[in-house]
C-alpha cells in the first residue's frame, strides 16, 4: 500500500523565510512526505490580481514592487541566494514584461498567466529552502502534467491525462528527491497557462494526491485544523479532530474557507485520507478528514458565505401550465449560470447566485442571462446577502432542527431558507450585515459545552 505523503503549505504558511523554515522542518520530518505544494506568499496572488485589474500603469509597478519585495526578503536571506537569483530574476523579468507590454487591459488568458507568478515564485525559493537544509529537492513546473481545459479563471483539471502525464513525468523523479511544484496553476492543450480559481492549491494537492495514488494529502495552514465555525468569527469556535467526507465537502461548499470546495472531491474518489493542521503549530495535532468516522453528530459546523445574489423570477401567466422551471433553468444554463439555493412556488421561483465565488469571466454572464428572463417573466433582484448554513448529519429527518434555529434567530429577517433536500446541510440567507452576529448566536446555541 502507498505511504505517499503530499504535502500543500498555504499563503501565510510560506510568506517569508521563517515560515518557509518551519515548513522545512514539517517536511522533513516524514520521509513519506514526497510532493509540496506550495501557494503563492501570502498577498502576493492578491496583488498579482491588482496587475490585472487596473489600467494604471502605475498601479501596475507599485504592484509589482510589493511582489518582487516579498520576493527578495526570502532570496536575501537564502545561505546561497544566488543559486536561484538567475531564476528568481528571469521570472520577475518576464512578469515585468507583461506589465510593460500589457496593453490597456488583458486577456483573460493573460489574467491567468499573470497570478501563476506567485506560486512559480515561491515554490523555486522553497526549494532552495529545502536544499539548504540537506534534503534533496527539486522545482517541478506543475503545467507540464496539470492539464486543464481552457475556462480561465476557474479551469477543469482533465483527471485522466493528469493521472497519465504525472505517471510518466513525475513519479520517476519521486525515487531520488523530493518535489515542490505549484497549486492553482496548471496548462491547457495549448500549454496556455491556466488557474483553478482563488484558493486552488488545495484542489491542486488533493489532483496531484489522486494522480499519484498517494496514502494523504496534508493541509498545512495557519489554523489548528476544521473548527465548528470560522474561528475569525467566534472565540467559542472549537477545532474537530475528526469529520466524514462528506460533511468537510459540505462545509467547504458553503464557504468554509480553509479549504478550497473541490478538494474533497479527488480525496473521495480514491479514499485518501485528508489532514488539516497549522504549520506554525504542527505539534497542536489537526483534523483528520476520512470516509468513515467514529461520530456523526447532528450539528457538525457552521458556514458563512457571503456577496450572494437573490433572485426571484416570478410569472402569474404560468399559473398550472408546465415547463417554466424549465424554461428558467435552462436559460441560465445556457449562459453557463450555476444556481445555488432554489425555493419554488407555483408561479415563482427564488435562487441565489454565489457573485464572491465567481470570477468576471461569470458574473459579466449574469445580466444577460437575467435580460433573457425577462422576456417572459419579472425577474427581481437582491444583493449584499450571506448564506449561513448549519452543517450535520440528518437534518432532514431529526426532530427540533427547525425549532431550534428560528428560537435562536426570531428577531433576524431570514430571506430564504432550504431544508431537507440535504441530509447534511440547512442554509438560509440574511442580510450581509447579519451574518457574522447570526453565525456567533447560532453557535452559542448548537455548540455550547
Ligand atoms: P491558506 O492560505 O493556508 O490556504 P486560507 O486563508 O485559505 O489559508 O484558509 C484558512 C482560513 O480559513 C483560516 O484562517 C480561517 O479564518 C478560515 N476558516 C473559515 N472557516 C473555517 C473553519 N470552519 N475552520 C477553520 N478555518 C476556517
Ligand atoms: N495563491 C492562490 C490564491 O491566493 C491559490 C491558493 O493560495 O490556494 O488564491
Ligand atoms: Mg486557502
Known amino acids: 500500500m502507498s505511504k505517499l505523503i503530499i504535502a500543500k503549505f498555504g499563503g501565510t504558511s510560506v510568506a517569508d523565510f521563517d515560515a518557509m523554515t518551519r515548513c522545512a522542518d514539517i517536511v522533513l520530518a516524514d520521509e513519506n512526505i514526497r510532493v509540496v505544494v506550495v501557494s503563492a506568499s501570502s498577498g502576493v496572488t492578491n496583488l498579482l490580481v491588482d496587475i490585472t485589474k487596473t489600467t494604471e500603469v502605475q498601479q501596475r509597478y507599485d504592484a509589482y514592487a510589493g511582489i518582487e519585495q516579498i520576493t527578495l526578503n526570502v532570496l536575501n536571506r537564502l545561505q546561497q541566494p544566488h543559486s536561484v537569483a538567475a531564476q528568481i530574476e528571469l521570472l520577475l523579468g518576464e512578469l515585468k514584461a507583461l506589465i510593460e507590454n500589457g496593453g490597456a487591459v488583458y486577456s483573460s488568458a493573460h489574467k491567468d498567466l499573470i497570478q501563476s507568478f506567485g506560486e512559480r515564485l515561491s515554490s523555486v525559493l522553497f526549494t532552495q529552502v529545502l536544499l539548504e537544509r540537506g534534503s534533496a529537492a527539486l522545482c517541478f513546473d506543475v503545467r507540464r502534467i496539470m492539464r486543464t481545459d481552457s475556462r480561465f479563471g476557474k479551469a477543469e483539471p482533465q483527471i485522466q491525462q493528469l493521472a497519465e502525464l504525472a505517471a510518466i513525468h513525475l513519479q520517476p523523479l519521486l525515487v531520488e528527491q523530493r518535489i515542490v511544484t505549484q497549486g492553482f496553476i496548471g496548462a491547457d492543450e495549448f500549454e496556455q497557462t491556466t488557474t483553478l480559481?482563488?484558493?486552488g492549491s488545495d484542489y491542486s494537492a488533493a489532483l496531484l494526491a489522486e494522480a499519484l495514488q498517494a496514502a494523504t494529502v496534508q493541509i498545512w495552514t495557519d489554523v489548528v485544523g476544521i473548527f465548528t465555525t470560522d474561528p475569525r468569527l467566534t472565540s467559542d469556535a472549537r477545532c474537530i479532530r475528526e469529520i466524514s467526507f462528506d460533511e468537510a465537502a459540505e462545509m467547504a461548499t458553503f464557504g468554509a474557507k480553509v479549504l478550497h470546495?473541490?478538494?474533497?472531491?479527488?480525496?473521495?474518489r480514491q479514499n485518501i485520507a485528508v489532514f488539516v493542521g497549522s504549520s506554525r503549530e504542527p505539534q497542536a495535532g489537526g483534523t483528520w478528514i476520512a470516509k468513515d468516522v467514529k461520530e456523526r453528530p447532528p450539528y457538525r459546523a457552521i458556514a458563512l458565505r457571503k456577496a450572494q445574489t437573490l433572485i426571484t423570477v416570478k410569472s402569474p401567466a404560468m399559473l398550472h401550465a408546465p415547463g417554466f422551471l424549465t424554461r428558467v433553468f435552462d436559460t441560465l444554463s445556457r449562459h453557463q449560470i450555476s444556481?445555488?439555493?432554489v425555493t419554488t412556488s407555483e408561479i415563482s421561483v427564488a435562487l441565489t447566485l454565489d457573485q464572491g465565488g465567481m470570477t468576471s469571466a461569470f458574473s459579466s454572464n449574469v445580466e444577460p442571462a437575467l435580460d433573457e428572463l425577462r422576456t417572459f417573466c419579472e425577474v427581481s433582484v437582491e444583493e449584499g446577502l450571506s448564506l449561513v448554513a448549519v452543517i450535520g448529519n440528518h437534518l432532514h429527518s431529526s426532530k427540533g432542527v427547525s425549532g431550534e434555529l428560528f428560537s435562536t434567530l426570531e428577531r433576524i429577517n431570514m430571506r430564504l431558507i432550504c431544508h431537507g433536500a440535504?441530509?447534511?446541510?440547512?442554509?438560509?440567507?440574511?442580510?450581509?450585515?447579519?451574518?457574522?452576529?447570526?453565525?456567533?448566536?447560532l453557535h452559542q446555541c448548537l455548540f455550547a459545552a
Not at 440535504?422 to 448566536?441: E, I, M, R, T, Y
Request: hydrophobic share 40%.
Open 197 to 199: 480559481g482563488r484558493g
Open 261 to 268: 470546495p473541490a478538494t474533497l472531491l479527488p480525496a473521495m
Open 339 to 341: 444556481v445555488d439555493l
Open 422 to 441: 440535504s441530509k447534511h446541510n440547512l442554509c438560509f440567507l440574511v442580510q450581509d450585515s447579519d451574518g457574522p452576529a447570526v453565525v456567533k448566536q
